[in-house]
Nanobody, 125 residues
């Protein structure tokens, strides 16, 4: 019905940059907030950044000044520009979205039901 697909992860040296993308597809009527989460080995999943439909943003303290979240509403896509990467940024990054879609018979709004497959970001020398 609705799919989220992340891309852009990879191996990068400390201080390097990566740009992650997450595209939503399906019978989408509206996307409200979108966000990026990450989960490192041995740690709980944490919110990295979020952006509302109006463009308001929120960042984890650990990434402020280094990461920038943005979105292209026409493409149903959210981006995460990651600069000055550190080894502690190593994790699987997932996107999440608050989506209203049409099931075929009814409109449905879901916040936590839609997640991408994740993309691995590894920061290492």
């Amino acid at each position: 019905q609705v799919q989220l697909v992340e891309s852009g992860g990879g191996l990068v040296q400390p201080g390097g940059s990566l740009r992650l993308s997450c595209a939503a597809s399906g019978n989408i009527v509206r996307i409200n907030a979108m966000g990026w989460y990450r989960q490192a080995p041995g740690k709980e999943r944490e919110l990295v950044a979020a952006i509302s439909s109006g463009g308001s943003t929120n960042y984890a303290d650990s990434v402020k000044g280094r990461f920038t979240i943005s979105r292209d509403n026409a493409k149903n896509t959210v981006y995460l520009q990651m600069n000055s990467l550190k080894p502690e940024d190593t994790a699987v990054y997932y996107c999440n979205a608050d989506i209203v879609h049409f099931s075929g018979t009814i409109y449905i709004r879901s916040r936590n039901d839609y997640w991408g497959q994740g993309t691995q970001v590894t920061v290492s020398s």
